[in-house]
């Protein structure tokens, strides 16, 4: 099962299996996060059967869809939103991020690039308008006098006070940390690189169709239960054709595209 969305005047979703599109929801919401979990739960009453895993992209990711996916006993593919970044050389010179310090589990403090210790001071508690709670833990440096990189250590731009008075700060959901490791582990496998590029090309693929090749650009009608059958209606057109497509390429059986080399 694959899943993109589309934005616009409403956020159309398709969900995406052999090329198919196998269900759809148009909603309000303003960006992915949120949207998979209704998407999943509507797929469910409405199916007679669940799909095992659940392939999207990085705009997707969140503690509270990893908890909610893991909890429905179902497997996700979904590539942290760091993943394209962390690639690239000033992430991986980047002395401000965590992930460049030195964690020492059993006494809980990391080690900054200067060898001063940030430890544990606080516990948070947030709530998302689904009603999920997350539990982050701030780490604080114990000493940021006259550390000669505190220019790089602290540069983000939410900061107010000055250079010399600032002290260096970690937010960290041990959770969320957990689980995007492990899906960073699971999406660079054999299987999760096939996956994640049958995502592109299927799901990506559905709204190609529609938009370039059918020119579908604009919806006739207005207010969402029209949007929606307007949506209905070209993904039953968009399924016939492929259907035609995979008929007359003997594909009917097949379905991921095989790759022998992955981007």
């Excluded at 090329?19 to 998407?39: C, H, M, R, S």
Aim: one cysteine or more; aromatic letters at 12%; hydrophobic letters at 30%.
């Amino acid at each position: 099962m694959y899943f993109c969305l589309e934005k616009g005047g409403y956020n159309l979703q398709h969900g995406i299996d052999s090329e198919y599109i196998v269900w759809l929801t148009v909603g309000p919401t303003p960006n992915d996060q949120p949207a998979l979990k209704p998407f999943l739960k509507s797929m469910e009453e409405n199916l007679s059967f669940t799909y095992k895993n659940i392939v999207a992209d990085a705009g997707y990711e969140s503690e509270e869809n990893y908890s909610w996916i893991e909890e429905n006993g179902q497997i996700a593919f979904i590539k942290p939103a760091n993943y394209e970044r962390s690639k690239t050389r000033e992430y991986q010179k980047d002395i401000s991020r965590k992930e460049h310090m030195d964690y020492y589990p059993a006494e809980d403090y990391y080690l900054c690039k200067n060898r001063e210790k940030l430890i544990a001071v606080e516990m948070k508690n947030r709530k998302s308008n689904a009603g999920y709670l997350t539990q982050t833990t701030i780490y604080r440096c114990e000493d940021c006098t006259d550390c000669p990189y505190k220019s790089s250590c602290t540069k983000a731009n939410h900061w107010k006070l000055p250079l010399e008075e600032r002290t260096k700060q970690l937010e960290v959901s041990r959770n969320f940390e957990r689980q995007r490791s492990e899906y960073l582990e699971r999406i660079v496998s054999d299987e999760g690189i096939l996956l994640r590029i049958n995502r592109s090309i299927q799901a990506e693929g559905s709204f190609a169709d529609m938009k370039q090749d059918r020119n579908f650009r604009r919806y006739l009608c207005r207010g969402q239960k029209n949007v929606y059958a307007e949506s209905v209606l070209m993904a039953i057109s968009h399924n016939i054709e492929k259907l035609h497509d995979r008929i007359q390429k003997e594909r009917t059986g097949l379905h991921l595209f095989c790759t022998e080399k992955a981007a």
